[in-house]
Structure formats: C-alpha cells, structure tokens
C-alpha cells in the first residue's frame, strides 16, 4: 500500500480521492488551510493518518508546510489537488500577489521542489488550459496576473517539466472534469465518481498507471497544448516562480 499527501483535501475532489484511498487501504496524509479546517477536514475522513496545516496563499508557509511533510517521512505520491477557482481579480495573496496566481501555481511548484521527491506526482489541471496563454505573458508583467485558465496550463507545464527533468518520478496532469463540487457548483455535467478516478488509479500497484509526462482524462490521454512541452515554456514558468519564491528547482540527484 502506498502513503499519500494530498494538498486541499478537507472537501471537494481532494477529500473525496483521499476518502477513497484510505479505503482502498492506503496511508493518507490531508491538507488544511488552517487549524479550524483542518479540524472538520479529519472528521470527514475517517482513518487519515493525519492532516498538516499551511495556507498556500503564503509562500512562507508554503515552504514551512513542505518541511512539515518531510519531517513526516517518505510518501509514495503526492497530489497537488489545491486551488481556487472564482476569486476577484485584485484580491492578493500575504505576499502581495494575485491570490489565484499564488495558490494554484506558485504554491505546486514551492511543494514540489521543497518536499522528498516521491514516486509519483498527480497535478490537477483542467480542460479550461485550453483557453489559457500559453505564451505567459502575464507574468511578465511589473504586476503579474494569471487567469484560472493559465494557472490549469502552469499546473499542466509543472507536470510535463517534472516528467522530463526527474525521469524516476512518474508526474502526471489530470483532468478530472467539470464535476458538482463546492468549486465546480452543482449544476456542472460531469460524473462526480469519474472526478477522483484518475488520480486514485495513478496511485495505484496498476502497472498500466506507471506513466509519466501525461495529460489525462478519466484515465485515458486526451489533447492539451502542446506548449507545455516546450522546454522554453517550461524555463520560463520556472524562471518566474524562482524568482518571486526564492526556491530553485532541484536536479534529479
């Protein structure tokens, strides 16, 4: 069995996936913004080894909730399932960038070159990347922005540089679909059960889910912008991330 870390599990995709793990009788790890989540977060998840507190709108306790992972041990996956999807555009995060920007990109990428690497690495992307800029011209600006569409793309990028710089790591995009959640609302189309099976099967002892630089879609390939193989695309995205963190991505070794 496999142990876990997934980031924004107290509700939505990300407690359904850990809920369906820990029945499959994986060890898994949750995520809360803050103590008072984190609290309701265990409850709705029964038998979860325990849950981690870091608000991902902060790049310090992004870092500090990467050290509190890794002081917990090795984990098998983590999933990158955290973000925020309907938030006003001059609504900025404690470090004084977009809020949106800095939870659904910036915090992934701080995550991922600050925890042990594990075996495999879920991102949550979307079918909206496909609206997305894919040449980032919005974090070059003085005041960088980012739409919900190209922070899908940026997690979708995350994926594809990992899978090609950690060539031991399985790194993967999901797209898990427009499902009823609190962020999707309840009149979205798309199957609620399908949403979470992906990343739980990438998971898995499945030799067919050892794949890795992969956009999916209920377990399946599905077309995504080919920009996010572009390595140019890729060192740009990191680039910028470095930048406004402090945190470089590591080397494989």
């Known amino acids: 069995m496999a142990r876990i870390f997934i980031t924004g599990s107290v509700d939505g995709l990300g407690q359904l996936a850990a809920n369906a793990l820990v029945h499959k009788g994986h060890s898994v790890v949750l995520h809360a913004r803050n103590a008072q989540r984190a609290k309701y977060g265990l409850a709705k998840v029964p038998g979860a080894e325990s849950i981690l507190t870091g608000d991902l709108s902060s790049i ?36 004084g960038l977009p809020l949106l920007l800095a939870v ?66 399985y790194a993967n995009a999901v797209d898990p679909g427009w499902v009823p959640t609190k962020m999707g609302g309840p009149g979205a189309p798309d199957n609620l059960a ?12 499945d030799s067919q889910s050892k794949v890795s ?35 470089k991505f590591p080397s494989e070794s």
């Open 60 to 95: 310090e306790e992004t870092k500090d909730l990467a050290s509190k992972v890794n002081k917990l041990g090795a984990f098998d996956a983590v999933i990158h399932n955290a973000g925020v999807f309907q938030v006003p555009e001059n609504e900025l995060s404690q470090d």
């Open 104 to 169: 659904n990109s910036i915090a992934p990428y701080v995550l991922t070159c600050l925890i042990d690497k594990p075996k495999r690495l879920i991102y949550l992307s979307s079918g909206m990347h496909k609206q997305a800029d894919a040449d980032l011209n919005g974090l070059k600006l003085t005041k960088p922005s980012a739409s919900y569409s190209d922070s899908k793309f940026h997690n979708l990028v995350m994926a594809m540089a990992v899978a090609r710089q950690w060539p031991k790591t």
């Open 194 to 205: 399908k949403g979470i099976e992906t990343q739980v099967w990438l998971v898995g002892s």
């Open 213 to 247: 630089g992969q956009y999916l879609h209920h377990k399946k390939q599905d077309r995504y912008l080919r920009q996010a193989d572009d390595v140019r695309v890729q060192e740009k995205f990191f680039s910028f991330c470095e930048d406004v963190s402090g945190v």
